[in-house]
């Protein structure tokens, strides 16, 4: 699976983004999506995950309420609506896919190069 991040970019506080994440290939569906960021001297963190079918999903606690998780098998898509921006969510935003159900970074098995969010006024 190839993946391939959009939608980043400067967005006022308070702010909404939603960020894209592209998928070639047949087995899509097959995979578990996740949402990483990372910002320069901090480690990768779990955004948001949804299942395979789109059934379930999960989020960082502390995102939970602001961020929403979606896809789309038929186009291969795996979304993420980002509202209520804070300057703190400023990070390069990444798509990964596993063959399981997890917030581990190192359990997924595709990524998408990132596509920056920056939140500032």
């Known amino acids: 699976v190839q993946l391939q991040a959009s939608g980043g970019g400067l967005v006022q506080p308070g702010g909404s983004l939603r960020l894209s994440c592209a998928a070639s290939?047949?087995?899509?569906?097959?995979?578990?999506m996740g949402w990483f960021r990372q910002t320069a001297g901090k480690e990768r963190e779990f955004v948001a995950g949804?299942?395979?079918?789109?059934?379930?999903?999960c989020y960082s606690d502390p995102l939970k309420g602001r961020f929403t998780v979606s896809r789309d098998n038929a186009k291969n898509f795996v979304y993420l609506q980002m509202g209520s921006l804070k300057p703190e969510d400023t990070a390069v935003y990444c798509c990964?896919?596993?063959?399981?159900?997890?917030?581990?970074?190192?359990?997924?098995?595709?990524w998408g190069q990132g596509t920056l969010v920056t939140v500032s006024s």
């Open positions: 990964a896919a596993s063959a399981l159900r997890t917030v581990t970074a190192s359990a997924y098995d595709y």
């Open positions: 949804i299942s395979r079918s789109g059934g379930t999903t």
């Open positions: 290939g047949r087995t899509f569906s097959s995979y578990s």
